[in-house]
């Protein structure tokens, strides 16, 4: 098994597929853009494969795709397919805007958790947090997907000039539909201009769903083991909502997720800014099996090694990490 130094084990794997999007979020990319790597430099479908299959081996049980944005890589359709035939639970992290050409292939897969990442329910909003007028189709795509049968989640980054004033917008999907709604706070990476004053904490979210719903309708409800999330629902609704509180409740002491960046290499921590490459090594025909364990095992206790709120928002800290985008959350 993939075990670190803080005896916490790693069977949750989140695979970058592109460092590309078809959309300009200012909190994943930065205004200037990002220097993409070479297509020689990234994995191939078959390496992705092959790649994939050794984690497994090694106790991975969860495989979480994501980008960029990863339904816009050409061969998507053939790596979903592939990797649904892994013993894993397969899932997806996407905007949204394409889901509806990949139905058939996530139910070929066995796929069935869809993540949408959506920060505004205003179009207007949209087009300025994304820089693209998708708003219509993100919308009907997450419809079409509970129509369908997939666990949806929706992903809302919060910021305060942004979306502070939507958050029980967000809540009130949730009442007649089986969508869970999962609040995640601004976090700082390379090129975003991060600023905790943008940001909205735990218990602000809190504060302002009891005060429009009332302390006894706001239920706090049972999290999944290795959750990122702390998780409620309104007491007569159907979905649920969820707060990832990185940065005012960081759930470091669970954590088994590891991230695989789209050119092949191991990012042990969201926050970390070390990387253990593996494509090279994987190209050389090197057993990659102790480069993994040793990659993992140096692992920070916390959010890369920044332990305390004043290191993490330093900006001479975060600002030698990778940009969301080329990460892949």
């Known amino acids: 098994m993939i075990i670190d130094q803080?005896?916490?084990?790693?069977?949750?794997?989140?695979?970058?597929?592109?460092?590309r999007c078809n959309l300009r979020c200012f909190y994943c990319m930065p205004e200037e853009g990002v220097e993409l790597a070479p297509k020689a430099e990234l994995m191939t479908y078959e390496e992705i494969l092959a790649i994939a299959t050794t984690f497994v081996e090694m106790g991975v049980r969860k495989i979480r795709l994501t980008g960029g944005e990863p339904l816009v890589r050409k061969d998507a359709h053939v790596i979903i397919e592939a990797l649904g035939k892994l013993p894993v639970e397969l899932g997806?992290?996407?905007?949204?805007?394409?889901?509806?050409r990949f139905i058939d292939t996530f139910k070929k897969a066995g796929l069935k958790a869809v993540n949408?990442?959506?920060?505004?329910?205003?179009?207007?909003?949209?087009?300025?947090?994304?820089k693209r007028d998708y708003f219509e189709q993100v919308?009907?795509?997450?419809?079409?997907?509970?129509?369908?049968?997939?666990?949806?989640?929706?992903?809302?980054?919060?910021?305060?000039a942004i979306n502070f004033d939507e958050i029980i917008d967000f809540i009130e999907l949730t009442k007649s539909r089986p969508l869970q709604v999962?609040?995640?706070?601004?976090?700082?990476?390379?090129?975003?201009k991060w600023d905790w004053e943008k940001g909205i904490s735990l218990a602000e979210i809190l504060e302002k769903a009891t005060a429009h719903y009332g302390e006894?309708?706001?239920?706090?409800?049972q999290d999944k083991p290795n959750d990122t999330a702390v998780n409620?629902?309104?007491?007569?609704?159907?979905?649920?909502?969820?707060?990832?509180?990185?940065?005012?409740?960081?759930?470091?002491?669970t954590c088994n997720r590891i991230r695989l960046t789209a050119n092949g290499r191991i990012?042990?921590?969201?926050?970390?800014?070390?990387?253990?490459?593996?494509?090279?090594?994987?190209?050389?025909?090197?057993?990659?099996?102790?480069?993994?364990?040793?990659?993992?095992?140096?692992?920070?206790?916390?959010?890369?090694?920044?332990?305390?709120?004043?290191?993490?928002?330093?900006?001479?800290?975060?600002?030698?990490?990778?940009?969301?985008i080329l990460i892949g959350g």
Request: glycine share 8%; charged share 25%; aromatic share 10%.
């Open 6 to 19: 803080h005896n916490r084990i790693h069977d949750y794997l989140r695979i970058s597929l592109t460092e």
């Open 92 to 100: 997806v992290t996407t905007n949204g805007i394409v889901v509806h």
């Open 116 to 130: 949408i990442s959506l920060d505004t329910l205003d179009r207007d909003k949209f087009a300025i947090v994304t």
């Open 139 to 160: 919308y009907r795509n997450i419809g079409l997907l509970l129509a369908e049968g997939f666990r949806v989640k929706v992903n809302a980054v919060l910021m305060r």
């Open 182 to 192: 999962q609040f995640i706070e601004f976090m700082p990476f390379g090129g975003n």
């Open 216 to 221: 006894d309708q706001v239920l706090r409800i």
């Open 232 to 253: 409620y629902k309104i007491k007569t609704y159907e979905g649920s909502f969820a707060i990832i509180s990185t940065i005012t409740n960081p759930f470091c002491s």
């Open 267 to 324: 990012k042990n921590c969201l926050f970390s800014t070390s990387e253990t490459d593996l494509l090279s090594p994987f190209r050389a025909g090197e057993d990659i099996k102790p480069i993994i364990l040793n990659g993992i095992r140096s692992k920070a206790a916390e959010r890369g090694g920044w332990d305390n709120f004043e290191d993490l928002a330093n900006p001479e800290n975060h600002g030698q990490n990778r940009s969301m």
